[in-house]
């Protein structure tokens, strides 16, 4: 990129791409999705609580072993940092009120619409992860997020049609950041070699 | 023409557009290793190196060499006197532009 078609909000942008371009954002994050959903399927709940958060260390290594001596490392600014987390916020707090609001209904909405909204409960897990994916996307401007959370919404439908339990949402919901989280890793190796600074 | 109109104050230091390049990517971040400048400015190791020099000599550039393992590790972040000085050269190109 030439001075010319770069300004300072280019490179800011580019500088915040860096984070999801290895997808390894996208892996670890399907691997925590099927952590929680399995952790549900087989009563583990500790596999549900424990794994999601161990796992963003390891991401963390992962891109100071496989990602930085390829394209180097950035630290975002403060202000932008900050950005990102009241972002994660917005997403865990729309998670929040989504559930919120489905409760609500469910208890104290009459008859029919009670039932329906009951019906849905297994489901919410599945959407609301849909709704923090959305807000993924408006963080880190990847168009693949919009996928995601489609597929998502695809999960939800088919665990509220079909009459799953609640952890088959996740699995689904998690195949596509797994395969496309996979396939951008390997083009992000073959295209980025090892640089020797 | 009187002598102070006839003199364009250009901060000549960051007007080479390298090196322009290397101050605006660096202001966009906290702080980036020399292999993330060579990604985004595209100029080669040995042009890096030297630009990366003139503009830690200037004061507008902090350089910290570390080991990563046994890899070396360039770190390189703006000053606030950089930072000034870009606000600065962008100021005045708004200015001398119509």
Excluded at chain 1, 142 to 162: D, K, S
Excluded at chain 1, 181 to 190: S, T, V
Excluded at chain 2, 52 to 81: D, H, N, Q, S
Aim: hydrophobic share 55%.
């Amino acid at each position: 990129m030439s001075a010319k078609q770069l300004d300072t909000a280019d490179a800011k942008a580019l500088a915040f791409q860096t984070l999801s371009e290895d997808g390894l954002i996208d892996l670890f994050c399907a691997l925590g999705v099927i952590a929680i959903g399995a952790g549900w399927a087989f009563d583990l709940v500790v596999l549900s609580v424990i794994v999601p958060p161990i796992l963003i260390p390891f991401w963390m290594v992962a891109r100071k072993r496989i990602t930085e001596p390829r394209i180097g490392h950035v630290e975002l600014r403060e202000d932008t940092q900050m950005r990102l987390s009241m972002g994660l916020l917005w997403a865990a707090l729309m998670g929040s009120a989504v559930l919120g609001v489905v409760a609500y209904y469910a208890f104290n909405a009459p008859g029919e619409v009670s039932m329906a909204v009951e019906e849905l409960i297994p489901a919410l897990p599945t959407l609301i992860l849909a709704v923090m994916t959305f807000i993924g996307w408006l963080i880190l401007r990847a168009t693949r997020y919009i996928i995601y959370a489609m597929g998502l919404i695809f999960a939800g439908a088919e665990v509220f049609i079909q009459g799953w339990p609640p952890h088959m949402g996740f699995f689904i919901g998690a195949i596509l950041p797994l395969v496309f989280g996979g396939l951008i890793f390997a083009d992000f190796l073959r295209k980025n070699p090892v640089v020797d600074a | 023409m009187p002598e102070d109109r006839n003199q364009l104050v250009i901060d000549r230091l960051i007007h080479e557009p390298a090196r322009l390049l290397i101050i605006t990517h660096l202001a966009a971040v906290k702080e980036a290793d020399f292999i993330y400048l060579l990604r985004m400015t595209g100029l080669t190791k040995g042009n890096l190196s030297t630009h990366l020099t003139k503009l830690e000599e200037g004061g507008y550039v902090e350089i910290t060499k570390t080991f990563e393992g046994k890899m070396p590790r360039t770190i390189a972040k703006l000053t606030k006197g950089g930072r000034a000085a870009l606000k600065s050269y962008a100021e005045a190109m708004r200015d001398l532009l119509p």
